[in-house]
């Protein structure tokens, strides 16, 4: 930094101000003229005269500018208490004399008046020289649990990996055959959560947490979370339309089949992280006002995934982390999660005359940013098996939203908000690719036996996710038997699925017998053998005019001979052989 | 409950399902024996159907349904479905409530009914009412002799089956024993399972044996199974069977396995009518009539004789009127003889009613690994249907399609090649169109034998295949069934009817008899390519795919 360009940082303020600074710096006779002053101020500050300043600041002024100087160029409270446990408590100022801090603090007054004045930014011509005085904080680790989470009564550990990883082809097998539907909010309807309970490998995150002791009595139910996260997921991924009608898979649904489920694991996650049409925060059903004018006030939910996943990343794999501690990391993250951009004056609990979310201390980081961040865990990246989850019932379990207007009549904010401690799993840090690779734990052996004769037999359990897969493409002859059909493979096929999956899924019992080989290989080349040639348009035409048409190089390239006195020509070339037609002095009708 | 340490799985639909590697394989084996019905048995496992017949099955043999349930019960994997347990006892249940048995004043039969309130129930279901005589007492109702038979087919399908301990007429003697050294001087016994399939039969003499199903591999000694249990009743025994080659064949081995001698067994056909202690008789003649609406002038030879037993040889394939003569002979011991108990006409009850239950069941790929049938290579050769051959298939109408596929001209040239290639192993070409196999015939200059074969010319054909003295014989639709060729190795099949199974097993059966060497036999089946003689084709084989057999499958032959 030059002496001129700090100058010019100085021009702007008032000669009372410079001489408050120049007074502060320990000058005695000041100059009179603003710009004197300026330069003099400036002096000081340069060189030397820095390094003196930062050295009668104390330990956490000097972290706070420091801070400040390596992240954005100003003081954030928030961020300073949240990483560094810091609280910069504000001059005292004598209105008359504003350099003059009551509190005794040299320090503050120096940053507050000196470095960055009252916008707390750091005055942009010393935040290189300063950087070069200070170096940046490193961020303090985030403080894990030693072991297990301390026990609650009623906690439940969730481990999620190996459900993830069995439930995942299950559900997009099951998204295939149409039995899921999203409604407009990219949310499933309630048959689809119905539906999917079948290939759910385990049971549901809260599934009987209803018998546990002091859980009675409530008029505030749960939900489903897994089978909720799954169908949204899907869509959120793209992976299915959840639309009636037809295949409900697409090719990314498709290519996510034909991968192994931790890889297909990390495909849905990258991809979920990114989509922005669907608003995981809608479901905290209990703030109410999100649709409508309401949605305007949030901000994107994919910058909101993108900062807990960065930091995500930064956890140790398998150790526990406290909700609240990563909470107040998050918070002292570079980028501050906001799930509302403006103050949300929409949303409100229960009944909006009653007031809004909008009120200075009813949108705070734990009403909105830490119930979205469990929201998340808990439905989403548990769901991927990014995270096991500890859980106590959220029947009270969080009660900082009581002070809330229509709050009273609530027992929970959020169904997450049992929600006490996460880790990050082997497969989570696969996922967020904080490793390279995973180990997948080695596929279950095979149930199914094929036979030559056609027949699949299942000698144990099939799991539901298999057997949509068999029903989809052989033909059921009992409950625990299929036949292949060249007859069923083709329609499979028609429909769009890929026999590669079939056979690889069979090919997991052991070697196929030839006999199914080969009717698997016919079955592809009869499927493949007649190909789509487009649309046609046939017209009639008089025999003689046929052969001259036909015979003529301008209009013969487009035509094709379907009877005596029949043309056709494809749709693509109409206009052209019109055209053609018309040139030759004939005319067809449109 | 999953307990992989146990064999079965046992099915709502009351089909059970086994793992044949599973160690637990021969306890399941012999469970299911007594109480189902071995529907198939592929490599890996073997389904079987629980029926109420199966059932009635198990109670006809004596053996107790609970203990039954039990040990399904302590077999089954899965816990065991509820249908399957009172679907037993229902059915179980009803065994037992009728038994036929011979009037005290032998002046008749009489049915006992457990209750009188059933015996009065049975009066009233349709069909029964007019094969019943009077009440005798509340639960006793006579039976017309004539009627015993009629009456427990009707009974049978009305859910009713009858326990008939009326028992058999002796029939008239014969002394009659199976050799111990063949004429030829080699030692001959019957095998483990040929003994046991007769005890099985027999019963130890009780009223509950005497009559019923045997179920054998083709190759597996049917024939001789036949013999040793007329051996053991020693009586008069009249043998019916399929063609006049195979009454020939029954002949032949008689005379080569028992003590019988040629004035005691005679043949009973289209051209010789000779009724002898031992009569072998073809179903045809049997059934034959002058006009459509004429009556059958030999149906009475069951009467002619006073038989002791009456053998059903490929008891599936037994024509309507043979059940209408077998039910009024239900006073002689019947012996049924088959490869397998499905039939067509889906008259699976009459055979359990009219000839008895099904006593014995081995399955093929069991006999094969103890060596006692020969090891069997399917290979489906498809060939391309080329040229002018393939412009007539496309053009051919729909029904005539698959015989345009059948004579493709490139099957030819493969069966030199597979001639060529097993050049020590006696061969037949089988085939259905006896055009096409003249064509083979000639271009190949090999014997042909066709049903217009004159039976000495047969014979003799016969005769020098066995002798090696003509390598292999082309061969139509009459060599499907009991046709013993004892050295034929290799079968080459150029067309079949469309999608027979049975022809398909019956034709691989006339190679099963055990083989000097390896033991080994080997099956091709041509067929053209992309044409309705693959869909067939994979039809026909099904059956022995269910069996355990594997067929390769390669395109076109070098």
Not at chain 2, 95 to 107: A, F, H, Y
Not at chain 2, 161 to 170: E, I, L, N, S, Y
Not at chain 2, 480 to 493: C, G, K, Q
Request: glycine share 8%.
């Amino acid at each position: 930094m030059s002496l001129p360009e700090l100058i010019d940082s100085f021009a702007l303020r008032t000669a009372k101000e410079l001489r408050s600074l120049a007074y502060m710096l320990g000058q005695k006779n000041l100059p009179t003229r603003q710009g004197d002053l300026a330069d003099l101020v400036a002096r000081q500050l340069h060189g030397d005269g820095l390094a003196q300043t930062i050295a009668r600041m104390n330990e956490s002024e000097r972290l706070a500018l420091a801070d400040a100087v390596h992240h954005k160029g100003y003081i954030d409270p928030v961020r300073l208490k949240s990483r560094f446990g810091v609280t910069l408590r504000p001059a005292e100022r004598d209105p008359r004399h504003p350099g003059v801090d009551r509190s005794g603090n040299d320090g503050v007054r120096l940053l507050v008046c000196v470095l960055i004045g009252d916008t707390r930014e750091v005055i942009p011509a010393l935040v290189e020289p300063l950087k070069a005085l200070l170096t940046a904080p490193p961020r303090p680790p985030l403080r894990c649990c030693d072991g297990d989470p301390p026990a609650e009564a009623g906690m439940r550990l969730i481990h999620t990996a190996t459900i993830a990883l069995r439930e995942f082809h299950g559900v997009l097998r099951l998204a295939e055959t149409g039995a899921l539907r999203c409604t407009d909010a990219g949310f499933p309807t309630s048959s689809s959560q119905r539906a999917i309970l079948a290939v759910l490998a385990e049971p549901d995150v809260y599934d009987g947490v209803a018998d546990l002791p002091g859980s009675g009595g409530t008029s505030q139910a749960i939900g489903p979370i897994r089978p909720v996260a799954w169908p949204t997921l899907m869509y959120a991924c793209s992976y299915s339309p959840m639309t009636a009608g037809g295949r409900q898979l697409t090719s990314e649904g498709t290519a996510a089949m034909a991968m192994p489920a931790h890889c297909a694991l990390r495909d849905c996650c990258e991809r979920w992280s990114k989509a922005s049409d669907v608003d995981e925060f809608r479901r905290i059903d209990a703030i109410k006002g999100q649709s409508g004018r309401g949605a305007d006030s949030f901000s994107d939910p994919a910058d909101r995934r993108a900062i807990i996943l960065d930091q995500l990343r930064l956890v140790p794999p398998g150790r526990w982390v406290a909700l609240a501690d990563f909470g107040r990391w998050l918070q002292g993250a570079d980028e501050r999660l906001r799930v509302c951009d403006a103050a949300p004056w929409e949303l409100y609990l229960s009944e909006k005359r009653y007031g809004n979310l909008g009120f200075n201390g009813s949108h705070g980081w734990e009403i909105l940013e830490m119930r979205y961040l469990a929201v998340v865990l808990v439905e989403y990246l548990a769901t991927l098996g990014v995270v096991d989850l500890a859980l106590v019932p959220p029947w009270g379990a969080a009660p900082d939203y009581r002070g809330l207007w229509g709050a009273d009549d609530l027992d929970f904010l959020s169904r997450y908000d049992g929600l006490r401690a996460f880790r990050v799993t082997d497969l989570g840090a696969y996922i967020l690719g904080s490793r390279d690779t995973f180990a997948a734990p080695p596929p279950a052996p095979s149930c199914l036996r094929v036979h030559a004769d056609g027949s699949v037999v299942a000698t144990g359990v099939v799991p539901v996710s298999d057997r949509i897969l068999l029903d989809g493409w052989l033909q059921s002859e009992t409950e625990r038997a299929w036949r292949i059909d060249r007859d069923r493979l083709l329609r499979a096929c028609e429909e769009g699925r890929r026999l590669d999956d079939l056979r690889g899924f069979l090919a997991q019992a052991g070697p196929l017998p030839d006999a199914v080989s080969r009717l698997m290989d016919d079955a592809q080349r009869r499927f493949t053998a007649i190909t789509d040639a487009g649309s046609w348009r046939a017209f009639h035409v008089p025999e003689e005019l046929a052969q001259l048409l036909l015979g003529d190089p301008r209009t013969g390239k487009y035509l094709r001979r379907l009877e005596k006195d029949q043309l056709a020509v494809r749709n693509a070339d109409w206009k052209a052989a019109r055209k053609a037609i018309r040139a030759m002095g004939w005319s067809c009708p449109e | 409950m999953n307990d992989p340490s146990r064999p079965l799985i046992i099915q709502g639909d009351l089909t059970v399902l086994v793992e044949v590697d599973h160690p637990r394989y021969a306890d399941a084996r012999e469970c299911l024996a007594h109480c189902a019905e071995l529907v198939k048995s592929p490599e890996h496992v073997h389904s079987w159907r629980i029926t109420a017949l199966s059932v009635w099955n198990t109670c006809a043999i004596g053996k107790d349904v609970s203990a039954t349930l039990r040990m399904l019960a302590e077999l089954s994997r899965f816990p065991l479905p509820e249908t399957i347990t009172v679907r037993l006892n229902e059915w179980a249940g009803r065994w037992g409530k009728l038994t036929l048995e011979r009037s005290p004043l032998d002046d008749g039969l009489v049915l006992q009914c457990r209750d009188a309130a059933l015996a009065g129930h049975i009066r009233t279901l349709p069909g029964i009412h007019h094969h019943l005589g009077e009440q005798l007492s509340a639960c006793a109702i006579q039976v017309p002799l004539l009627e015993r038979g009629k009456l427990k087919v009707a009974l049978t399908r009305a859910g009713y089956p009858v326990d008939d301990r009326a028992g058999f007429t002796p029939g008239e003697a014969l002394s009659l024993a199976m050799r111990k050294e063949l004429p030829g001087g080699a030692p001959f016994a019957l095998r483990d399972y040929q003994h046991a399939a007769v005890d099985a039969f027999l019963a130890g003499g009780s009223t509950r044996g005497g009559s019923g199903v045997l179920v054998l591999a083709c190759g597996a000694g049917k024939t001789v199974i036949g013999l040793a249990a007329a051996a053991q009743v020693g009586a008069a025994t009249l043998v019916l069977t399929t063609s006049t080659t195979a009454v020939r064949q029954w002949i032949s081995e008689a005379l080569d396995k028992t003590t019988l001698t040629p004035d005691q067994i005679g043949a009973f056909d289209g051209t010789v009518k000779d009724l002898r202690p031992v009569t072998v008789a073809t179903y045809h003649i049997l059934t034959h009539r002058d006009s459509a609406t004429g009556g059958f002038p030999h149906l009475d030879l069951f009467q002619r004789r006073d038989w002791g037993l009456i053998i059903y040889d490929e008891v599936h394939q037994l024509p309507a009127p043979i059940f209408q003569v077998t039910a009024g002979v239900q006073a002689r011991r019947r012996l049924g003889l088959t490869a397998t108990l499905v039939r067509e006409d889906q008259r699976e009850a009459e055979v359990f009613a009219l000839i008895g239950p099904k006593r014995y069941d081995s399955p093929w790929r069991e006999l094969e690994s103890q060596g006692w049938i020969a090891s069997a290579r399917c290979t489906e050769v498809r060939l391309p249907l080329t040229g002018a051959a393939f412009a007539a298939y496309c053009q051919a109408d729909p029904r005539r399609k698959l015989r345009a596929a059948a004579e493709n001209p490139a099957k030819l040239d493969a069966i030199r090649v597979l001639l060529a290639r097993h050049p020590a192993s006696p061969a037949l070409v089988i085939g259905t169109y006896v055009d096409q196999l003249g064509a083979i015939a000639d271009s190949l200059d090999l014997p042909l034998l066709t049903g217009s074969t004159p039976q000495p010319r047969r014979d003799a054909l016969y005769a020098d295949f066995r002798a090696g003295r003509i390598r292999a014989l082309v061969v139509s639709k009459v060599a499907n069934f009991a046709v013993d060729l004892p050295d034929a190795a290799l079968a080459i099949e150029v067309s079949g009817s469309f999608g027979s199974r049975q022809e398909e097993a019956q034709r691989l059966g006339r190679l099963l008899r055990p083989k000097p060497g390896d033991n080994v036999a080997h099956f091709y089946t041509l067929v053209s390519a992309d044409t309705i003689e693959q869909d067939f084709a994979l039809n026909r084989q099904r059956f022995l795919c269910e069996q355990g057999y594997h067929y390769a499958i390669v395109d076109g032959i070098a």
